[in-house]
């Protein structure tokens, strides 16, 4: 029994690790210009090019996370503002410098570390703006557009603590819950016209 478990994780492991796919889209220009523009749309089009599949960074963070904080934008404040396009910009121009997008094959697996990297970097390199925008409703209304799964998310949690470490005074986890007042945040899309 003990043996066959083990088998059988060997085998998920290196079933996860060779997830490599051809690209199955040309590179197309139009696309890389969404990156640039920081349009959403970019990781619809990587997908397309990529199709990882919805459990991989690119759909399951990238691109429900530019979609989900663009259309909320209106609920935070100046510095929140500034904060999420800053680092929509980082992650979008970052994933096209790193030339991820013009790759023929890629690993999927290993896209989703570099996501998980790149995310890190993205909030570091704008952690002074992260500490000035960790107040009021921004973080109640941050709080709730991640998804109670990925609010545990380790390498979220691990990004998170790295960057409060920044801020004067340090903010600890418990420093960026929700107070809870959710009625400052809208919860229905906003049109943006
Ligand atoms: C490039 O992508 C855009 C947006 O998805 C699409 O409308 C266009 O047809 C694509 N062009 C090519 C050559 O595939
Ligand atoms: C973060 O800043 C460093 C130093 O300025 C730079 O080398 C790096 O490319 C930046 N990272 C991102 C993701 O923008």
Redesign the pocket.
């Known amino acids: 029994m003990m043996y066959c478990m083990l088998f059988v994780s060997f085998v998920l492991i290196n079933f996860s690790q060779s997830h490599i796919i051809q690209a199955t ?2 590179i ?4 890389l210009n ?1 990156g640039h523009a920081n349009d959403c ?1 970019f990781y ?2 990587f997908e ?1 090019r990529f199709p990882c599949g919805s459990t991989y960074w690119i759909l399951k963070w990238g691109e429900k996370y530019c979609t989900r904080m663009q259309k909320f934008l209106l609920n935070f404040d100046k510095n929140g503002q500034e904060l999420i396009k800053k680092i929509s910009i980082c992650l979008t121009n970052k994933l096209i410098n790193l030339r991820y997008y013009t790759m023929n094959k890629i690993n999927c697996e290993k896209l989703q570390l570099a996501g998980q990297r790149i995310v890190r970097e993205c909030y570091m390199n704008n952690s002074n703006l992260f500490c000035k925008a960790l107040q009021g409703k921004n973080r109640n209304c941050f709080f709730e557009l991640i998804d109670n799964e990925d609010r545990h998310d380790l390498t979220i949690v691990r990004t998170l603590l790295s960057v409060g470490q920044t801020c004067t005074p340090k903010q600890k986890l418990t420093d960026m819950r929700s107070t809870g007042k959710m009625n400052q945040c809208i919860s229905s899309p906003m049109l943006l016209t």
């Open positions: 889209k040309s197309n220009q139009t696309c969404f749309y619809k089009c397309e």
